[in-house]
């Protein structure tokens, strides 16, 4: 089984198992939308613009981060209730996982996109026009939030996941700039490296 036929695989396979008895199904879905919109995304450029095999696979965590969140909804993924047990807290933080991915793993194409066209060279101006992409997806994921709120009214509560946290959406864009900048100390070097196989 090649590379894409195993990424395509498991994919699908965590796909059907979180869309089957989901919490809430109309959560689930306005979790799993991004995944479901960024596989075409992938399809379509998968021959002139070929990602980074790092690149894929983190796309592929950032996906099923989303499923799994999806199935359960944020705030009530079992093994979150575990750790939040386990540190005498009432609240299930995995939604802090997946704002950590929103920056690291948006952090990681950014930079993949601005060297590969050359918007701009590695360098500091790059980390720091990384860090502002990803500050800008999450902030807009917050509004996208807000916005579905405001359309659905309670409806949207499982999907906002604040749990009752007042900075919520401060803290999830603070997790969001720790992801973009653990990616770009973390990933630079091994990311320059497999830059150097891939077409421009």
């Known amino acids: 089984m090649n590379k894409s036929a195993l990424w395509l695989t498991i994919f699908f396979a965590v796909l059907i198992w979180s869309g089957i008895e989901p919490k809430d199904s109309f959560t689930w879905f306005l979790e799993v939308a991004p995944a479901l919109i960024a596989l075409p995304i992938l399809f379509l450029t998968r021959k002139k613009f070929p990602l980074t095999s790092l690149a894929y696979g983190l796309i592929l965590i950032h996906a099923i981060i989303l499923m799994v969140g999806g199935h359960y909804t944020y705030a009530e993924v079992p093994l979150f209730d575990t750790i939040a047990d386990w540190m005498g807290s009432e609240r299930n933080n995995y939604d802090k996982v997946g704002h950590l991915a929103q920056g690291f793993i948006p952090a990681l194409l950014a930079r993949e996109v601005f060297l590969r066209l050359e918007v701009v060279k590695k360098g500091a101006w ?75």
């Open 126 to 200: 790059c980390h720091f026009l990384v860090c502002c992409f990803a500050l800008a997806l999450s902030a807009f994921y917050e509004l996208i939030e807000w916005w579905v709120a405001l359309a659905t009214g309670e409806d949207a509560e499982a999907f906002l996941g604040t749990q009752g946290y007042v900075w919520d959406t401060q803290s999830d864009m603070g997790m969001a700039l720790i992801g973009a900048l653990a990616s770009l100390i973390l990933l630079s070097r091994w990311h320059d490296r497999l830059l150097l196989k891939v077409k421009k």
